[in-house]
């Protein structure tokens, strides 16, 4: 009867680990991380649509002087 249990409890599927490996982990900081820079840029050209003139800095092309 003992031999009986023993394999009884060998056969219980065993548990996951709750942790993530760390190939896994990396690929879902790196995709994370890419994420969150595609928004950054959505964000930054949405401002640049709204109001381009406001990206463009009036000191560089007033203040310069070509020597003809």
């Known amino acids: 009867m003992m031999g009986y249990q023993t394999a009884a409890a060998m ?8 942790f993530v490996d760390v190939d896994q982990g990396l690929t879902l900081a790196c995709i994370a991380f890419l994420c969150v820079l595609l ?10 649509i709204m109001d381009p003139y406001s990206a463009i800095p009036t000191s560089t092309w007033e203040e310069q002087h070509l020597d003809d």
């Open 11 to 18: 056969e219980e599927p065993t548990t996951d680990p709750a």
């Open 39 to 48: 928004v950054a840029m959505i964000v930054r050209c949405a401002k640049v």
